[in-house]
């Protein structure tokens, strides 16, 4: 049921008008769903910083109606979910990540090079 949300959402986003969702790269990273399906977590990140993901959390909250309303009418839920939006960093911090490991292989590359000569 998550995985639906969470496909359901991010077209919903990309249908969605306001500018705060396309300032940058805004993802769903995850959603975590209530056992009895009463409540659904969503966490939002950007490509852009923490700040942008906090700003599209804002936007999402202020179309929180809307979203859940169009939720139950995409998924044919006779209840849609309470949704709650949280800003997250996952996004940037694995381009992180992925930046220090490729610099990384580039070091391990001039070292073998230079053993070579």
């Not at 997250?88 to 490991?101: F, G, V």
Request: contains cysteine.
């Amino acid at each position: 049921m998550s995985e639906d949300i969470q496909r359901e959402l991010a077209a919903i986003l990309r249908e969605m008008k306001d500018p705060r969702l396309h300032d940058g790269i805004i993802s769903i990273v995850r959603c975590e769903m209530a056992h009895d399906l009463s409540y659904c977590k969503i966490y939002i990140s950007s490509m852009n910083g923490i700040e942008t993901a906090k700003n599209a959390v804002k936007a999402l909250k202020n179309a929180q109606g809307f979203i859940r309303h169009e939720l139950g009418v995409r998924l044919k839920l006779r209840f849609a979910p309470a949704l709650a939006f949280e800003a997250t960093d996952s996004i940037e911090y694995s381009a992180n990540i992925s930046r220090i490991l490729n610099s990384i292989e580039y070091s391990e590359e001039d070292n073998n090079e230079n053993s070579n000569v």
